[in-house]
């Protein structure tokens, strides 16, 4: 499944046709983090079903609805629920929503997940500010900038290199510590899953420079950067990755979305606090 420039353009001009604000900053919730739709003032909800060539969500804890409005000043459209690889979509649908932010207008993108924790020092429960990533499904072949290049939204071979917004990464920081919110800072390692890591997959992440694991954002992030847009993105910690062989504990989703939903108000108050100063 791809697209082309008029499926991009046909769902603009859906939602176009449904609210009468320009939106400027994108936000996308992962796993159990919905709630943070729920603070977006005059909120308009379409959802997905409406807009041609969206793709549904099919995951427990995502709900499956684009949220315009403001918030804190900014006019927001966030994306109540993401698409995954591992369902089934393609990388094409799974960025689908992240071009329509572009020809929207968007020039600003704030992405959350739920992810595993790797890094020894990260408990379930806290939040991980992305600064780097690595791409271990594009480095199997699954990046979403292959196949023919729309010159005129980004380069063929784009750089990587400041990928996580520096100045936004610093806003951040400023926000945690004016609130006390205690903030983690480091890498995500986007795998495919749905199958989480085994003990030995863990310790292979750790030893590869990964602090965190999920199965969503780097796709949408590369295809943000690709179009030039800023990207700051969260990892919710809902788990430690289990790294020991016989240990009686599990990973399992309903977990996840127990303890993102713990996490909603501080992460709500760091991205408020974050547009507050843009
Ligand atoms: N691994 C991969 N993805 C995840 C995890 C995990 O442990 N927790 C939440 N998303």
């Known amino acids: 499944m791809n697209y082309t420039r008029q ?11 449904r609210i009468s604000i320009q939106p400027t900053i994108g936000l996308v919730l992962g ?10 003032d005059h909120a308009v909800s379409i959802p997905y079903e409406d807009i041609p060539g969206f793709p549904q969500s099919t995951v427990q804890g995502h ?23 591992y369902e089934g979509y393609s990388m094409a649908q799974v960025t689908f929503a992240i071009r329509v932010m572009y020809f929207l207008g968007i020039e600003t993108v704030i992405l959350t997940n739920a992810a595993g924790g790797i890094n020894a020092e990260f408990r379930a429960g806290d939040i991980m500010l992305i600064n780097d990533h690595i791409n271990l499904i594009g480095m199997v072949g699954n990046n979403p900038l292959m196949g023919w290049n729309d010159d005129s939204i980004g380069p063929r071979f784009p750089s990587m290199t400041q990928t996580y917004d520096r100045r936004l990464r610093d806003l951040t920081h400023q926000v945690a510590q004016h609130y006390q919110i205690p903030l983690q800072e480091g890498v995500y390692m986007g795998l495919s899953g749905p199958s989480f890591e ?12 990964g602090d ?4 969503s954002t780097v796709n949408e992030v590369l295809v943000a950067r690709h179009a030039g847009m800023r990207v700051l993105a969260f990892s919710s910690i809902t788990n430690v990755g289990i790294d020991q062989l016989d240990t009686e504990t599990e990973t399992n989703h309903e977990e996840v979305l127990e303890v993102g939903r713990v996490i909603v108000p501080r992460l709500t108050m760091l991205i408020r606090g974050v547009l507050q100063r843009l």
């Open 63 to 85: 709900h499956g609805r684009l949220v315009i409005g403001e918030l804190e000043g900014k006019t927001v459209l966030c994306q109540q629920g993401r698409t995954h690889f």
């Open 7 to 17: 499926d991009y353009e046909d769902a603009v001009s859906l939602i176009r046709s």
């Open 212 to 215: 965190a694991v999920g199965m």
């Open 31 to 40: 796993s159990g983090l919905g709630g943070l739709a729920n603070a977006i």
């Open 198 to 209: 085994t003990p030995a997959e863990v310790r292979m992440i750790r030893m590869l420079g």
